[in-house]
Each structure stands twice: as C-alpha cells, then as structure tokens.
C-alpha cells in the first residue's frame, strides 16, 4: 500500500516533524489508524487521523463525525485505566484532526466472536469483567461510551482486553459535547433509539458482546435496519444453550439481565454487573488437580477491593498492582517463606491461615488479611528472613517482587509506602503495649510497685 497519503495527512495536520509513519494498520468511515513511530518518546504508536472531507462540508452526517472526533480530543488523557486505551495525545483544527494511541498488537475482539474462533468461557468472563472495571471507572467520572461492541475492545492478550473510541461518549456534566445519532445499531440498548441515555446502555451493549463472544452471534439479527431495530424493541434474544449446551444456568441468568429490554430487569450498575460476574468466576474455574493453582485476575481484584487494608487505593491503582503481582493458590503445609532466604518480595494473605517460625518454635499467626515481609522493601541491602512462614490451610497468596513494587507509577509507590508506614506505626505501638505489660508483670512479680 502506498504511504504518499499517509504522509501527506501527517504533514497537512503538522505531526511529520516527530511521527515516523510505518504502514496503515486499520481504516474506516472517519478515519485511517497508522503504525507510526514517536522518535521524541521512542515508542510505536497507533496515530488515527481524520479523514479530510469530513472538515470539508457542512451536511448533518459531517457535523456528527466532527463532532466525534472532538469528543474524542477532549477525552484524550482524561482516562488513565489500566484496560482503557491511553491517549498520549490529540489535537484538532478548522481542517483536521487526530489521535495518537498505544499500540497494541493484537487487534481487536472481532476475530474471537466467530463460531469457529472462541475463546474459553473463563478467559471470556476475564475479559468481561476487566472491561467492565473501566466502563465503571468512565461512568464514575461521568461518562457513557455508547459504542461498545468487538471492533472497539482491544485484545491485549489471554483474559485481558482495553475499551477504546470514546467518540461517541455522552458526557452527563456537559450538554455541549452530546452526540445523539451516533453509535452501532446492532449494539444500541432500546431506551438509546428514544434518546434516553443511561449508564445502563453500556451494561446492555456489554452483554451483546458477551454473547457473541460466547455463542458466536448476536442475539438479534435482521435484513435491514428497521427490521433490526424491530428485533431490539420488541424481540426476545435467544437461550445461549442453544449453541452452547454446556453453559451453566447462572452464566445464562447474568447475560439476560445484561441485555434485559427493561431498564428494571436489567442490571443497576457497574457494581452489580461486576459483583456477578466475580461470583460466577470460581465456580468456572478448572477444578482437576492442581497443587499450586493461579486465581483468576477479576476474582482477585473483587476480593481486594474489600480489604481495609488498600481502601485508599482506587481502582486504576488496584489493577496495576495485581499486574505486578503473582499470586497462588496452594495447600496446607506449603512453605510460603523460608527463614534465612534471601528478601525479595512482600507478600499478601489473601485467604487462609499461616503460622510463623523461628528455629522451629511458634512465634505468631497470621490471618487473611495481612501483609507481611514488606519491610525489607526500604532497605537498600535487604536483610535475610527472619522467620519461616507456612500456610496452615488452603491459602490465597500474592507477592509483590520489590523489583516491580520500585518500577510502579508514582501514585501506587506513594500509596504503597503509606500503608507500610502505618503497618511499621501499628506493629511498634503494639510491641511497645506489649513490652509495657511485660515491664509491669516483673515489677508485679518481684515486689517493685
């Protein structure tokens, strides 16, 4: 493919002088995407430019495209989610515009939603669940995507994919930025064709695809528009055990609430939506023998976000630590630290029991809930274990290499050193209670009071 247009577009919206461009890697009916490479940050980036005719008249159609894509320029930066797309830049003019995007690899979900190309139920539900976590994070800063489907959720790798193309977004703190009569048909929830906008669409619209991921079509289908949006209004989507018979009941269950035509029948909010899909997880998981089994990602972040431990960490920050994390599930009696080894990681016990030793003499318990070995994280020669901890039942742990923990975004190293901080501030005013009680039983003891 020639790359004359490619660079003519790069010239004419002034980027030549610091984007390479490498080849187009995707095109459509606003705008073309090329692989491009940042010689000022050196890096591959996705660079989408808008195509010309749409700065160059003023029908209807045109004036919601530039619309769009201003929509999407005023978002750039604005999300910073784990699993959405990161906008290193944007900008727009009487003549052009454009966007420049991570890039990633593995294209978009669109392959995976064929019958002879899916995915497994609990990679899907991983999926599900992290695209869900930023549809909330969006929602919470107050706004509705209103295009979600397969070509806008970007495959990142196994169980993990980014929402992408906020331009159709409907912004609930400003009525200037509204695109009404924007948005992919098949994957519009019914109150959207009355122009009534709630986060609930994005729930709908999610569902959709996560039946198509699961049964390899979409529950409505039809020869035409109208036909379709007959089907939407007053159709009833089909039993996903139709194509897949060996589909649990409740998997059943969450997708009809998901793409239920009532607003009542149909999930809340993000919360719920996330709530059920962490409860479904477990019980999907592979249960052959296994004596060091890994949790599934959504499972994790559902039962870490409950801790009192990490309240003050939002959910972006969550994310990025279980990404840096490695976490195990494993049975009673497994060595989780070996005294007099050499200190590498902190750790978190998520689920179960362990009992800690020195010289093989019982010195503590540890319950679900707490996180040990972090202390040795602000040592620049990290001192040997002190102690042997062992899981007393069957126990979740996670661990955080120190290498990672010193390579995270400054507001999660920040957030990191207060919690050890207050965990170093707590351990020493109960040692100094329990050294005061000491004290006063030997003053007791030997006549000194």
Excluded at 315 to 331: N, T, Y
Aim: net charge neutral; with cysteine; aromatic share 8%.
């Amino acid at each position: 493919m020639s790359r004359e247009p490619a660079i003519a577009a790069i010239v004419a919206s002034g980027l030549n002088h610091r984007y390479e461009i490498r080849h187009e890697i995707g095109a459509g009916a606003t705008g073309t995407v090329y692989l491009a490479h940042d010689s000022f940050e050196q890096r591959d980036v996705a660079l989408k430019i808008a195509l010309p005719q749409i700065f160059s008249g003023d029908s209807p159609e045109q004036a919601i495209v530039r619309k769009a894509w201003l929509n999407e320029v005023h978002l750039a930066g604005s999300l910073q989610h784990p699993y959405i797309v990161a906008v290193y830049d944007a900008g727009v003019s009487a003549s052009s515009a454009y966007l420049v995007m991570e890039y990633l690899a593995g294209g978009t979900l669109e392959p995976y939603t064929r019958p002879d190309n899916l995915k497994t139920v609990p990679e899907i539900l991983e999926i599900m669940y992290k695209c869900a976590s930023a549809l909330d994070y969006a929602c919470r800063a107050g706004i509705v995507h209103r295009d979600i489907k397969p070509a806008n959720l970007q495959y990142v790798g196994h169980g993990e994919a980014k929402v992408c193309d906020f331009g159709a977004a409907y912004w609930s703190t400003d009525d200037s930025t509204q695109v009404m009569d924007i948005g992919s048909l098949a994957y519009m929830a019914p109150e959207l064709f009355r122009h009534w906008v709630t986060p609930q669409a994005d729930i709908y619209a999610l569902g959709i695809v996560l039946f198509q991921l699961l049964a390899g079509q979409r529950p409505f289908k039809a020869d035409t528009p109208a036909a379709l949006m007959y089907q939407i209004l007053n159709g009833d989507p089909p039993l996903l055990t139709l194509y897949r018979p060996d589909l649990p009941p409740a998997l059943e269950h969450l997708v009809r609430r998901m793409i239920a035509r009532s607003l009542e029948d149909r999930f809340p909010d993000w919360t719920s939506v996330l709530a059920a899909l962490s409860e479904l997880l477990p019980s999907l998981e592979d249960n052959s023998p296994n004596k060091n089994k890994k949790p599934a990602q959504a499972e994790l972040y559902d039962q870490l976000r409950q801790l009192p431990l990490l309240a003050d960490l939002n959910g972006a920050q969550l994310w990025e630590l279980l990404r840096i994390s490695r976490w195990h599930r494993v049975p009673a009696g497994t060595l989780l630290v070996q005294e007099g080894a050499e200190a590498k990681s902190c750790y978190l016990l998520l689920k179960g029991e362990a009992k800690v030793t020195q010289r093989g003499r019982l010195i503590n318990w540890l319950k679900e809930g707490t996180l040990f070995g972090e202390l040795a994280f602000a040592e620049a020669t990290p001192s040997p274990r002190s102690a042997t901890v062992t899981a007393v039942d069957t126990v979740t742990i996670g661990k955080w290499p120190y290498r990672h923990l010193h390579k995270a975004s400054p507001a999660l190293q920040s957030k990191m050193l207060q919690i050890f901080f207050r965990l170093a501030a707590e351990r020493l005013k109960k040692a100094d209670e329990q050294y005061l009680l000491l004290y006063q039983q030997h003053l007791k003891e030997n006549n000194l009071v």
